[in-house]
């Protein structure tokens, strides 16, 4: 945790802030030993973040007063659309994916997604793997996440309404006779599919639709690993 990020119920009225939740407090026990006078790194969600100063300190929570404001990190201009994978890899993925800094995640199905991973009670958790992302890289701005159930409906009605000549979309496909660009300068959507990848048929209704297939290479790797490996490609 890199930040202690509060919601904005939470302040409002007070010049002095309550860090109240047992998570944030039991981390900032274990790993500061926060004396009164101490700094303290906290943002408000979807706001500021600011250099807080430590009023009081008790089992119950810890008071912090804002007394410099701080630059919140800015975010990669990438929109990742995520075929949904399985359910324990969502929370890292989510989690890596905010901490990078995509500014906006889609939740797709396809071919190869198991129709369960829909039912998992990880999605109703997400929110919660936003915030570990963001205390993570210091920030406040969470991306807005979308679920999509149906692929082909997405992929003719909502996808290109989304691509553009300043805004091309790339599919992360092994197969590709491109190479995926390197550090470009401009804004993407990012296609990553299942563990087992796309089928043709999905792959060639991308293309149809505007995507343009690229490879980073001839080894299958693991969709977290994939992510990683392209984001940091792209936006070096």
């Known amino acids: 945790m890199n930040i202690v990020l509060l919601e904005p119920e939470q302040i409002a009225g007070s010049d002095a802030w309550k860090i109240k939740s047992p998570r944030q407090l039991q981390h900032l026990r274990q790993h500061l030993d926060?004396?009164?006078?101490d700094t303290l790194k906290?943002?408000?969600?979807?706001?500021?973040?600011?250099?807080?100063?430590?009023l009081?300190?008790?089992?119950?929570?810890?008071?912090?007063?804002?007394v410099q404001l701080?630059?919140?990190?800015?975010?990669?201009?990438?929109?990742?659309?995520?075929a949904l994978p399985r359910p324990k890899v969502l929370r890292r993925i989510i989690m890596d994916a905010v901490t990078i800094g995509v500014e906006r995640i889609s939740l797709i199905h396809s071919y190869r997604v198991d129709k369960s991973y829909w039912q998992t009670p990880f999605l109703q958790q997400l929110d919660d793997y936003v915030t570990l992302g963001l205390e993570q890289?210091?920030?406040t701005i969470a991306p807005e996440i979308q679920l999509y159930k149906r692929f082909?409906?997405?992929?003719?009605?909502?996808?290109?309404?989304?691509?553009?000549?300043?805004?091309?979309?790339?599919?992360?496909?092994?197969?590709?006779?491109?190479?995926?660009?390197?550090?470009?300068?401009?804004?993407?959507?990012?296609?990553?599919?299942?563990?087992?990848?796309?089928?043709?048929?999905?792959?060639?209704?991308?293309?149809?639709?505007?995507?343009?297939?690229m490879s980073i290479g001839n080894r299958?790797?693991?969709?977290?690993?994939?992510?990683?490996n392209?984001?940091?490609?792209?936006?070096v």
């Not at 000549?165 to 496909?173: S, T």
Request: charged content about 20%; overall charge negative; hydrophobic content about 40%.
């Open 70 to 82: 701080e630059t919140v990190p800015e975010k990669l201009p990438v929109h990742l659309i995520l």
């Open 42 to 54: 906290v943002g408000i969600r979807q706001g500021a973040r600011y250099l807080s100063e430590v």
């Open 56 to 66: 009081e300190i008790s089992e119950q929570c810890i008071l912090v007063k804002p």
């Open 34 to 37: 926060l004396k009164i006078g």
């Open 137 to 139: 890289a210091g920030d």
């Open 220 to 228: 299958i790797l693991r969709t977290e690993t994939a992510v990683s």
């Open 152 to 213: 082909k409906p997405f992929v003719e009605d909502v996808l290109p309404t989304w691509i553009n000549a300043e805004r091309p979309a790339y599919v992360a496909h092994p197969y590709a006779e491109q190479h995926m660009p390197y550090a470009i300068q401009q804004g993407c959507s990012l296609i990553v599919g299942p563990e087992g990848g796309f089928i043709p048929y999905e792959v060639d209704l991308l293309k149809k639709n505007g995507c343009q297939a």
């Open 230 to 235: 392209i984001l940091g490609r792209l936006f």
